[in-house]
């Protein structure tokens, strides 16, 4: 009595192991901003799993049954008063924890944290003891007491019980809030785990566990044990080979992840029968329910329905086959009497449907009522930052540092260094991320600088700093498409020094450069801002009027003052030039064949009338005039 009392309390501690196993799997195969969060749902369901249990999850399980459909007393551990009593209820409370923290890892990286309370408590409330007093349950005198027991119904340690009931809660949460964003439709992709080894850290924890699982099963320290540990062992090893296989064969690459899973699926498919099998059935077993987890993974994405780390084919669909197994695999004098192993099969299957039925019906009509009047998702800004901090506050150095790095991605705004706590994990990459973000600024910067030299050199003069031909052109072009759409007009000026070459010729080219820009200097005084003046070559220039109530009028106004200024000698280090400007005029808007062409070439004609006239005059185009009016 004192060993199975200490067999008990060990299988119950790996049990409790099992949870850590579920944490760091769960933690490590979604992305760092909801690892935090996933961990948390763990440990809580195990909380709540706990309390519920003790309080009246125990006694609807095992308490005395009416009608083989449910417990009705022993609520708040009332009949738990010996030593085997409290052993069991530890070993059999750790049980329903196990059932629902199944489903955490389904609805990871979207469900609100509080969606995710009310669902482990409906689990573990309502479904998980009920189910199990239908499959275990037992009268005072060892005999079957619930329902589906006496109907002959095998499941040794909950590949349904436990494994089907978490999936069919974990389908139905999943089926509710959606797929996460980015992971189907236009773009979707597979989102990959940050921590993967962390994840395969968890399946040895799971594994080193599930002997306490199924081996504690037994209820007794017996000759079975042996057995039922070799089975459990080798069906992880086969159904982690046949996902292996599968995805090395379908994919071309061992997909860690489908590795991992296939697995867990061989433990669940063996949970049911791993007492009545040999090992070679085991094998069986175990590669079948690794095959059927990666095949039903496929099956998901193909119907767009989004388990993040595939929980239901792994508990679910493999839960299905394990329970199945027992009567495909079980040798017949294992069987209860006078059931063949066809019968036998009749019997896990109505299990497996009955059982699906309630835990898929309740918890999918509860939640979808629940859905009605509150939010069982998160918000898609809550989603974008992660649920680490949208739902707890909570950060880590290396996941601000990734926070950060994305905002940079997303806004393209690469300015300003990224920030993490000194002397962390992430502070090293940090300085190196940040070398680099320098190095980028710089060469940034550089290239801007580069792109404004060739800008400016392709749009001005190099000599002036005034706008160039091709500019001044384009402008004019503009100019008279907006005058056309408002019926206005304006005008083009067209300047030519007058001297400029005496200039040249008496004090050299260097000086001919100074009078260039200081004549460009004194353009810029005589004209508005809104106006724009060009050097079109040599001693050449332009400017263009658009905007003006009177185009004529404001054009011969600042053709009177360059005149005027340019006629005003030019001190250079002791040398004085003289130069003079004679001025072209054509007003454009009044004539509607004008094109930029012909309206510069109009203001080119005026101006050499103007230089005919004697220079230091401006000319105004008009069609069969020669005449030309002096400055005053």
């Known amino acids: 009595m004192t060993e199975d009392l200490l067999w008990m309390l060990v299988c119950g501690f790996l049990v409790v192991l099992m949870q850590a196993g579920f944490t760091c799997l769960e933690s490590g195969m979604v992305r760092a901003k909801n690892s935090i969060n996933v961990a948390i749902k763990n440990l809580v369901d195990f909380c709540v799993s706990i309390i519920l249990y003790a309080v009246f999850g125990y006694a609807l399980m095992f308490g005395a049954s009416w009608n083989g459909l449910i417990g009705i007393d022993g609520f708040f551990l009332d009949n738990a008063d010996t030593a085997w009593d409290r052993t069991f209820f530890f070993f059999q409370a750790v049980f329903c924890g196990t059932a629902t923290t199944i489903v955490s890892g389904a609805v990871a990286e979207r469900m609100r944290f509080s969606g995710y309370v009310i669902t482990a408590v409906i689990l573990s409330g309502l479904i998980y003891p009920l189910v199990g007093h239908w499959a275990w349950a037992k009268a005072a005198d060892g005999t079957p007491a619930g329902w589906l027991a006496a109907a002959g119904f095998i499941d040794f340690a909950g590949s349904t019980v436990v494994h089907s009931v978490g999936g069919w809660v974990a389908l139905a949460a999943i089926l509710l809030i959606g797929p996460r964003r980015g992971r189907f439709g236009s773009g979707g992709r597979h989102i990959e785990g940050h921590s993967l080894p962390m994840a395969a850290l968890g399946v040895f924890l799971l594994w080193f566990g599930w002997f306490g699982f199924n081996g504690g099963s037994t209820l007794a320290l017996n000759d079975q044990i042996p057995m039922i540990i070799v089975n459990t062992t080798l069906a992880g090893a086969a159904g982690g080979l046949l996902g292996m296989t599968a995805s090395w064969t379908l994919s071309g690459r061992p997909v860690a992840d489908r590795v991992m899973n296939g697995t867990i699926a061989g433990l669940v498919a063996i949970t049911a029968g791993c007492h009545l099998v040999g090992p070679l059935s085991a094998l069986a077993i175990g590669a079948a329910g690794g095959l059927i987890a990666f095949l039903g993974a496929a099956l998901l994405e193909r119907l767009r329905i989004d388990d993040a780390i595939g929980a239901v084919p792994v508990h679910l669909f493999a839960g299905i086959w394990g329970t199945l197994a027992v009567a495909l695999f079980a040798p017949g004098a294992e069987l209860p009497d006078g059931v063949g192993h066809w019968r036998q099969f009749l019997i896990q299957l109505e299990g497996v449907v009955v059982i699906g039925a309630y835990s898929f019906g309740l918890s999918f009509g509860l939640l979808y009522l629940i859905k009605r009047f509150a939010r069982l998702r998160v918000t898609a800004r809550e989603e974008v930052i992660g649920l680490n901090i949208a739902e707890h506050g909570a950060t880590t150095s290396l996941l601000d540092l990734v926070t950060q790095m994305d905002e940079q991605r997303q806004s393209g705004d690469f300015s300003r260094q990224v920030r993490v706590e000194p002397e962390t994990e992430a502070d090293r990459i940090a300085t190196f991320y940040n070398a680099v973000l320098d190095k980028f600024n710089l060469e940034t910067s550089r290239r801007h600088m580069a792109m404004k030299k060739l800008a400016q050199l392709a749009n001005y003069d190099t000599l002036t700093g005034l706008a160039n031909r091709r500019v001044f052109f384009d402008a004019v072009k503009r100019a008279m498409a907006r005058t056309r759409r408002m019926e206005g007009h304006g005008a083009v000026l067209y300047c030519d020094l007058d001297g400029f070459k005496h200039v040249n010729d008496k004090l050299g080219h260097e000086a ?39 185009a004529e009028t404001a054009a011969i106004g600042i053709a009177e003052k360059l005149i005027q200024r340019l006629s005003e000698p030019i001190e250079m280090e002791g ?15 009044r004539e509607a064949g004008d094109t930029v062409k012909s309206v510069i070439a109009k203001a080119d004609h005026a101006m050499y009338l103007a230089k005919l006239a004697g220079k230091g005059v401006y000319h105004v185009y008009t069609d069969g005039r020669e005449e030309f009016t002096p400055a005053m």
């Open 575 to 589: 040398q004085t030039a003289r130069v003079g400007v004679s001025v072209g005029i054509a007003v454009f808007g």
């Open 512 to 550: 001919g450069d100074k009078v260039l820009k200081e004549c460009a200097r004194r353009f810029a005084t005589c004209v508005r801002e809104s106006d724009l003046a060009a050097r079109l070559g040599g001693d050449e220039f332009a400017l263009l009027i658009d905007d003006a109530r009177d």
